[in-house]
Nanobody, 119 residues
């Protein structure tokens, strides 16, 4: 499966962004989906995940209550709604698809989209 993330940009602290990740190739609904992020000089970290059906989600403590992951299997797309953004959320955000390693391990990765939060 091929993944393409979009929707990043520059936003002021307290603002919102919605990221999208479009999938092509194999059946999207057969994959659990996740979002990760990587800030300069830091390791990649888990942000959020959603199961195949969309009925179960899981979040990192740092984004819980501010971010919402969702998916539309008819559109082969997973979303990350990010509210109340803070400068510490600045990173490249990557989406990932996987089968058995929910919520932390994935088989396929997209290239990412840059999110910059100014103070």
């Amino acid at each position: 499966v091929q993944l393409q993330a979009s929707g990043g940009g520059l936003v002021q602290a307290g603002g919102s962004l919605r990221l999208s990740c479009a999938a092509s190739g194999r059946t999207f609904s057969g994959y659990h989906m996740g979002w990760f992020r990587q800030a300069p000089g830091k390791e990649r970290e888990f942000v959020a995940a959603v199961r195949r059906s969309g009925g179960y989600t899981y979040y990192a403590d740092s984004v819980k209550g501010r971010f919402t992951i969702s998916r539309d299997n008819a559109k082969n797309t997973v979303y990350l709604q990010m509210n109340s953004l803070i400068p510490e959320d600045t990173a490249v955000y990557l989406c990932a698809a996987g089968g058995t390693g929910y919520p932390y391990e994935y088989d396929y990765w997209g290239q990412g989209t840059q999110v910059t939060v100014s103070s």
